[in-house]
């Protein structure tokens, strides 16, 4: 059950559209609650790379539509930012009634800031994570520009954001000025993250200082450095989860998890949405596998064969400190510089022909410590035994199966 989608009925009976993300193991290490941005949906992509972050750490993530917004049922000018609080309560009700309470909320944009609204009014919420929110919740009415006192003065109007086109209606702005940020945050006593970019031309960073400021301890702050607002470059995105999951680390009531539920030693996950970013669970350790950028991939990890050269350059090297030790040799350091002269796209594409694989690893040892020319050439040649070595050298023989297959 790695990823789903599904739909809650949220308080005034609208079913909502979600995604729930499960990492590689028999229980997630906490359960997050993730609100998207200002008219936004799920499935932005910085959504799903900070979802994704968070899922390869150990943690699951239920991302969803706010009502009126994504897939979500609704019409958006009936909302207003207590029912974004309220979506926000009713998708970690789901999370209780089917799965576990949820601990972290992440929230970006005007969705950090009704985050830590409902964050207030949740006991099962230890910890709130905000990106790029505002300090007063009325901010985004500079988004309505000239349209904002035709909505004063005629009750609404139809307002053009990011391409599309929104009935804004006043009840949507009363709300928002109903709502003091800064006051909540001094009593909101909770670990909370403020994550801003400096370079912010949407919500100015001052808005994150005035959240910090408010908020006692514990709190922290990180700077998103040359991020836009909505995290475009995903680099950004996944640094932001990364750095949210550690930071979790830290607040959440994080249990101790069973080694991966599988008969075999490594699990490997790759998802329809994710183009070749493959998320790799070797026993309790996390990784991940990915194709450079000019093959298409997220260049989020190493690609199959980086991580068969680094696989032999990791048996080598400990081969080699085993050796030394029980020799009592002074090898103070061994590197193994390795490299392959074949790509992985090109061996794929001929995966239906025989004999269709690497040619050649270029390997060179660098040994440092007092050793003579003997003890280097001795060493060399037990490089080439290390098991890796040797299982490649050797004829490996594959039984593969379809599981659930008769």
Same mark, same amino acid.
């Given at each position: 059950?790695?990823?789903?989608?599904?739909?809650?009925?949220?308080?005034?009976?609208?079913?909502?559209?979600?995604?729930?993300?499960?990492?590689?193991?028999?229980?997630?290490?906490?359960?997050?609650?993730?609100?998207?941005?200002?008219?936004?949906?799920?499935?932005?992509?910085?959504?799903?790379?900070?979802?994704?972050?968070?899922?390869?750490?150990?943690?699951? #993530?239920?991302?969803?539509?706010?009502?009126?917004?994504?897939?979500?049922?609704?019409?958006?000018?009936?909302?207003?930012?207590?029912?974004?609080?309220? /979506?926000?309560?009713?998708?970690?009700?789901?999370?209780?009634?089917?799965?576990?309470?949820?601990?972290?909320? #992440?929230?970006?944009?005007?969705?950090?800031?009704?985050?830590?609204?409902?964050?207030?009014?949740?006991?099962?919420?230890?910890?709130?994570?905000?990106?790029?929110?505002?300090?007063?919740?009325?901010?985004?009415?500079?988004?309505?520009?000239?349209?904002?006192?035709?909505?004063?003065?005629?009750?609404?109007?139809?307002?053009?954001?990011?391409?599309?086109?929104?009935?804004?209606?006043?009840?949507?702005?009363?709300?928002?000025?109903?709502?003091?940020?800064?006051?909540?945050?001094?009593?909101?006593?909770?670990?909370?993250?403020?994550?801003?970019?400096?370079?912010?031309?949407?919500?100015?960073?001052?808005?994150?200082?005035?959240?910090?400021?408010?908020?006692?301890?514990?709190?922290?702050?990180?700077?998103?450095?040359?991020?836009?607002?909505?995290?475009?470059?995903?680099? /950004?995105?996944?640094?932001?989860?990364?750095?949210?999951?550690?930071?979790?680390?830290?607040?959440?009531?994080?249990?101790?998890?069973?080694?991966?539920?599988?008969?075999?030693?490594?699990?490997?996950?790759?998802?329809?949405?994710?183009?070749?970013?493959?998320?790799?669970?070797?026993?309790?350790?996390?990784?991940?596998?990915?194709?450079?950028?000019?093959?298409?991939?997220?260049?989020?990890?190493?690609?199959?064969?980086?991580?068969?050269?680094?696989?032999?350059?990791?048996?080598?090297?400990?081969?080699?400190?085993?050796?030394?030790?029980?020799?009592?040799?002074?090898?103070?350091?061994?590197?193994?510089?390795?490299?392959?002269?074949?790509?992985?796209?090109?061996?794929?594409?001929?995966?239906?022909?025989?004999?269709?694989?690497?040619?050649?690893? /270029? #390997?060179?040892?660098?040994?440092?410590?007092?050793? /003579?020319?003997?003890?280097?050439?001795?060493?060399?040649?037990?490089?080439?035994?290390?098991?890796?070595?040797?299982?490649?050298?050797?004829?490996?023989?594959?039984?593969?199966?379809?599981?659930?297959? #008769?």
């Amino acid at each position: 059950m790695p990823s789903k989608s599904i739909q809650f009925t949220n308080r005034l009976g609208l079913q909502l559209a979600a995604r729930l993300e499960l990492p590689l193991m028999p229980r997630p290490l906490a359960y997050v609650v993730f609100a998207h941005v200002f008219t936004g949906s799920k499935n932005l992509k910085s959504a799903r790379h900070i979802s994704r972050a968070l899922t390869s750490s150990g943690f699951a #993530v239920l991302r969803f539509d706010f009502a009126g917004l994504g897939e979500s049922e609704g019409d958006f000018s009936d909302t207003n930012f207590r029912s974004n609080i309220n /979506d926000i309560k009713d998708a970690a009700a789901y999370l209780n009634e089917h799965y576990e309470a949820p601990s972290l909320i #992440v929230g970006h944009s005007l969705g950090g800031a009704a985050a830590l609204f409902a964050a207030k009014e949740m006991d099962s919420i230890l910890a709130v994570a905000t990106i790029g929110a505002p300090s007063e919740p009325e901010h985004v009415t500079h988004l309505f520009g000239c349209e904002l006192e035709t909505i004063e003065k005629n009750g609404f109007a139809e307002v053009e954001l990011s391409g599309r086109k929104f009935t804004i209606r006043k009840q949507f702005i009363d709300d928002l000025r109903a709502h003091d940020l800064p006051t909540l945050a001094r009593k909101l006593r909770k670990a909370l993250l403020v994550m801003h970019s400096p370079k912010d031309a949407t919500v100015a960073i001052k808005h994150a200082a005035n959240i910090y400021h408010a908020a006692l301890h514990p709190k922290s702050f990180v700077t998103l450095d040359t991020a836009d607002h909505l995290l475009t470059n995903k680099h /950004d995105a996944a640094y932001a989860g990364q750095v949210i999951a550690s930071w979790a680390h830290r607040y959440l009531d994080i249990k101790e998890v069973a080694p991966l539920n599988t008969n075999k030693q490594v699990l490997a996950r790759l998802m329809d949405s994710d183009i070749y970013t493959t998320e790799i669970k070797a026993g309790k350790h996390s990784l991940l596998a990915d194709e450079s950028e000019s093959l298409g991939g997220n260049d989020f990890g190493a690609s199959p064969y980086e991580l068969l050269s680094a696989s032999i350059a990791a048996c080598k090297a400990m081969t080699l400190r085993m050796y030394a030790n029980r020799k009592k040799w002074d090898l103070e350091e061994v590197k193994v510089h390795i490299s392959y002269d074949r790509s992985y796209k090109e061996d794929c594409e001929g995966c239906s022909r025989e004999e269709r694989k690497i040619e050649t690893f /270029d #390997v060179e040892l660098e040994l440092i410590g007092d050793l /003579d020319d003997a003890q280097k050439a001795r060493l060399m040649e037990i490089s080439e035994r290390c098991p890796v070595h040797r299982t490649l050298n050797g004829s490996a023989n594959f039984q593969t199966k379809v599981l659930g297959e #008769v």
